[in-house]
């Protein structure tokens, strides 16, 4: 894994990804209590994209279903060939009342598509 380690060395060293914008707000209880800032997907890979690119990384995001449980599997691939992949099981359970499933999903998707890049 030596390309791949070089690459990400350099790509740790940019200095645009040191402090990924806060882009989005959320007040879940709707009374100021527990107000916070939060980087949505679109910022993270917004300030990822081109300083991997430089250093000759792409990331995909993949599903799968492994023993019967979703998992999102995230993998950097360099350009040499060699790749690093996680995976992250996905905790699908209906969240909110009103929400249908493919909400749900979804939601649970790109949650765990940011905190996994």
Not at 41 to 47: D, K, L, P, R, S
Not at 58 to 72: K, P, S
Not at 103 to 109: D, E, K, L, R, V
Request: net charge positive; aromatic share 8%.
């Amino acid at each position: 894994m030596s390309e791949i380690t070089k690459a990400l060395v350099k790509f740790h060293q940019d200095e645009n990804v040191k402090n990924i914008e806060k882009d989005a707000q959320a007040n879940p209880k709707g009374d100021g209590k527990f107000n916070y800032k939060y980087s949505t997907i679109g910022a993270v890979i917004n300030a990822i994209r081109e300083p991997l690119a430089k250093v000759n990384i792409v990331i995909t995001q993949t599903t799968d279903f492994v023993d019967n449980r979703a998992i999102l599997i995230t993998t950097l691939r360099h350009i040499s060939g060699e790749t690093i992949s996680s995976k992250f099981p996905l905790y699908l359970e209906k969240k909110s009342a009103g929400a249908n499933d493919m909400q749900n999903a979804g939601s649970t998707i790109t949650y765990s598509r940011r905190y996994c890049l």
